[in-house]
């Protein structure tokens, strides 16, 4: 196995398309194309099944992947040390979710970006389970969770920060002026996004332990908020992702304090190795999200 095979193949397996990745690697697609079959010829195994237009791993391409990555992580270690090279560099892809990538990691991908631009950052939004299965799986390098636990069989993880809840609403809406009981939520208009979200899935958790509750469904943050602001409902997110709107007053927080807490994390699977590039990246999450503080 050619060391740029695998690195054509790692590039491939991580966007799903042969035109992205050709475009990535500055190659032509009929060359991508070349590559990927001439390493299947040579492993006598299929690596992606074909499906129209769309691509996916076989069984075989996904147990090649994590030792894809060791190799490429692992020769550009040894070049760089034999070398001399200071420059730290490779490729991480990373999961994450929509509350950290808008809100805490921009001073950290701005870190990467300027101070070492040679390690190449591929973000890919999932939470909860699809991420500690894609980091069990070597799809992903590193991911960030939001979790209430702290241990994650089959994978290691560094708490990078407790993450304070805000309960809110519009202005002048009737819990406002007063604490909040949870069985006084349980009648309230509910709104939430996806299920699979640590806080959205424990909220829903503790109301229902009281009495069937029914949530509206804006699938993302920022529609969320915009519903909770129209006066929609009441809705349960991040500190981080309210702070202006709070601050700003289009909406106030209630007076209700969550039973559980969650904690930002960066988890890998365990017993992996990391390379120099990804111990930085996790020591730096380290050091901005302490600075970033709560909200």
Not at 70 to 83: F, G, K, P, S, Y
Not at 204 to 214: C, D, F, H, N
């Amino acid at each position: 196995m050619e060391l740029r095979l695998l690195v054509t193949f790692e590039k491939v397996a991580t966007v799903l398309s042969f035109t992205q990745a050709a475009a990535e690697l500055s190659y032509a697609q009929s060359s991508v194309t070349g590559q990927i079959r001439t390493l299947e010829s040579s492993l006598g195994v299929e690596l992606f099944d074909r499906l129209g237009s769309r691509i996916r791993l076989t069984e075989a391409g996904e147990r090649l992947l994590p030792y894809a990555r060791q190799i490429i992580d692992l020769t550009e270690e040894a070049r760089a040390a034999v070398t001399g090279a200071q420059e730290p560099s490779g490729a991480l892809t990373v999961g994450t979710m929509e509350s950290l990538t808008s809100y805490r990691l921009p001073p950290l991908l701005e870190y990467f970006h300027h101070r070492h631009p040679k390690v190449r950052l591929a973000l890919r939004t999932t939470i909860g389970d699809e991420t500690r299965q894609a980091l069990r799986q070597g799809t992903y390098d590193l991911g960030f969770l939001m979790e209430a636990e702290t241990e994650h069989p089959g994978l290691e993880s560094a708490v990078l920060a407790v993450e304070p809840l805000a309960l809110v609403a519009a202005p002048g809406h009737e819990l406002s002026a007063s604490p909040v009981t949870t069985a006084g939520l349980t009648g309230q208009s509910l709104l939430a996004t996806e299920p699979g979200c640590a806080y959205r899935d424990l909220f829903e958790r503790e109301l229902t332990a009281l009495r069937p509750v029914r949530f509206t469904e804006f699938g993302t943050i920022e529609a969320t908020k915009r519903a909770a602001a129209a006066g929609l409902g009441i809705a349960l997110l991040p500190e981080v992702t309210v702070a202006a709107e709070l601050a700003e007053g289009s909406l106030v927080r209630l007076a209700w304090e969550p039973p559980f807490t969650l904690r930002t994390q960066l988890a890998w699977r365990a017993g992996k190795r990391l390379p120099a590039h990804a111990r930085l990246f996790v020591e730096q999450a380290r050091r901005l999200v302490a600075e970033q503080g709560s909200p």
